[in-house]
């Protein structure tokens, strides 16, 4: 009995590995716990409303969870790869754990699409990055469109205050780079932590340097404790944040002392604004009314936003690679590789891609817009 | 820098360091009965805030399913336990009452009525009502049993269980922070600087309930009980004080202490479901300074890791956290040296 029922579950493996062996595997490692879960948890819906079939093949997505810890996205990927033998990974939500799985990818010759923003991720493709990609806007493209917008409303003078991690250095250098060459002055620099009860001190450094405006970078409702405490204190000038802030919790929480305050971001969250004509729209609603249905009106984030359209790209790409070579194999990885840096004029729910062998973003201005916030909600400038 | 930023820098610490200064307390308190290292106790202040924070968007806490939950558990170990002893007849019904009934009637409450639609005082009443029995059924559950473990043992446990709340917190109140209105929208104006009237409810309500605690442990029977088993377990037990009573009752009062203080700091700050454990770290630092025994040097300490942190983030704000938790080597160096080292007693 025992026997027969080794050789039934053996039986039954080969079977499972044989129907696997023609699908297609797409490994996931995203932060659904942990610090960074307010942007995980939305790309993890995400992955439910994709497609099951792409190119007539099925598509199996394993998704994990890293908790925003970089040593498990690491072990996740390993996982994905060894042991689900995926043809393409996809993750993780945050920049460090992105920099951490690119070694690992470029050992397997494995294409990765990564949703998080850093540059570095993607810059500059080298041996290893050519087989890394990613979906979210650099924050350099961002800071561009704060400055030019501060620029343009006589800002002479700046202060920044932002995360006391790599999201507020990255924004401080990306920042201060584009503002010196624009002539604009950065008068003060100030740290916070993301869960601080207090950030009266640093406000109250910054005004004492008077600034014309002031940048916080942060994101979601963290943001709001500087810009309250800065209009508590009295603070005059004009508010900039920047797209991390983009969800409604941030309006919830910043209520009428965010009235006014200017941001970037991607286009998907207003796509319901953009003029007809504009080919994004129609993209970024489809995925707006998916997410929406699922789970509930106003509930949609640019985050998830990022894994749709990690997709979205491997539904231009898959199609090309299968005429290469079929999936599971070496031979499909680097068609599925070449075919993801081929990608031309696609465009998703953030932008328009066109990928380079030295461009592994693709994105053009049209992948942001400028925002402000009115009446407890957001309205497009420009 | 001049007077007014100092005197501005000044209040905020002070403000931070009430919070820190009641946290501290309740660890002192838990640990010198039980020789429990509380860690979860700024979850606490997390879960006060944002129950109250619930009502206020007319959802429901999370908190209500956990408190029917642990009820339910320890209901089913309190029947077990009594069908192998006689006579525990009484306890059974007392223990039902309040694992079953209570947090059947206050989800009734919750459910059916509309607590976002009532006064203030009596929202908070209700996330208080809520929230502090979470501090006894912990107790119940987790640390009862071994409460004659060593302290590194209740240490590792303290961790699972702030992981487990954390854990928790998340699924029932996102990964996003929330904020309650103002207890009171008034603000005066000393000289250059303007007071809120909620700055004045942080500071009046934490001497209010330092005091309070202090008449409770030198006036009452039952803060009698609890020092003396704070001082001698063995003894205060052959006295018949009944060391489960005193255990539940200072995770009663720690549970208390924490849900208020999350609910006083709820309209300055915004409040995550992982906030309580940085809040609770620093009370930490601060009832180390106390060296986990002593009430009013624990909540000198807590001003005084107040006052540094604000002054601290306007001076080297990148630098804030590491200034704070660093104050913990000086400390710890001058109570290794003045102190004497006394090992710990086995039972």
Known sequence: MNKKLKLLVGSMMVALAGTSQADINVGVTLSATGPAASLGIPEKNTFALMPTSIGGEKVNYIVLDDASDTTTAVKNTRKLLTEDKVDVIIGSTVTPNSLAMIDVVAEAETPMISMSAGAAIVEPVDARRRWVFKTPQNDIQMATAIVEHMTNNNIKTVGFVGFADAYGEGWFKEFAKIAEVRKLQVVANERYNRADTSVTGQVLKMMTAKPDAVLIAGSGTPAALPQKTLKEKGYKGAYYQTHGVANKDFLRVCGKDCEGTFLPAGPVLFADKLAESNPIRKVALEYVNKYEAAHGKGNVSTFGAHAWDAGILLQNAIPVALKKAKPGTKEFKAALRDALEGLKNVTVSHGVVNMSPQDHLGFDQRARVMVEIKDGGWKLVQ | ?347
């Open chain 2, 1 to 347: 820098m001049d007077l007014q930023i100092a005197l501005l820098l000044t209040q905020d610490g002070i403000v931070n360091g009430a919070i820190y200064a009641l946290l501290a307390l309740a660890l002192v308190l838990v640990f010198a009965v039980t020789r429990v290292i509380f860690i979860p106790q700024g979850e606490f202040v997390a879960f006060g805030a944002l129950t109250l924070a619930s009502f206020q968007t007319a959802k429901v806490p999370g908190t209500l399913w956990l408190l029917i939950g642990m009820g339910a558990v320890i209901s089913i170990i309190e029947l077990l336990s009594s069908s192998r002893r006689r006579g525990g007849r009484r306890r059974l019904t007392f223990a039902l009452g309040w694992n079953l009934a209570y947090p059947a009637a206050l989800a009734v409450i919750t459910l059916l009525a509309k607590p976002g639609d009532w006064p203030l005082a009596l929202q908070v009443l209700l996330a208080l009502a809520l929230v502090v029995p979470l501090g006894p059924m912990i107790y119940r559950l987790v640390y009862q049993p071994l409460a004659s473990a060593s302290v590194l043992v209740l240490l590792i446990v303290s961790v699972a269980v702030h992981l487990a709340l954390v854990g928790l917190g998340l699924l029932f109140f996102g990964a996003e922070g929330s904020r309650t209105p103002a207890f009171s929208e008034a603000s005066f104006s000393l000289g250059d600087v303007t007071v809120t009237g909620q700055t004045l409810w942080v500071i009046g309500a934490s001497l209010l309930l330092i005091v309070a605690l202090y008449i409770f442990f030198e006036r009452s029977l039952w803060g009698k009980a609890l020092r003396a088993t704070a001082i001698n377990r063995v003894g205060a037990q052959l006295m018949g004080i009944s060391t489960t009573q005193a255990g539940k009752l200072c995770f009663l009062l720690a549970a208390a202490i924490g849900a208020m203080s999350g609910i006083l700091v709820a309209p300055i700050t915004t409040i995550y479901y992982d906030t309580g454990f940085l809040v609770g770290l620093k009370g930490f630092v601060a009832a180390i300074v106390g060296g986990m025994i002593s009430y009013p040097l624990a909540a000198a300490g807590a001003v005084l890791v107040g006052l540094l942190e604000s002054f601290s983030s306007f001076w080297a704000s990148a630098f804030k956290e590491v200034i704070v938790f660093t104050l913990i080597i000086p400390v710890l160096l001058w109570r290794s040296m003045t102190t004497h080292h006394v090992e710990e007693e086995e039972e």
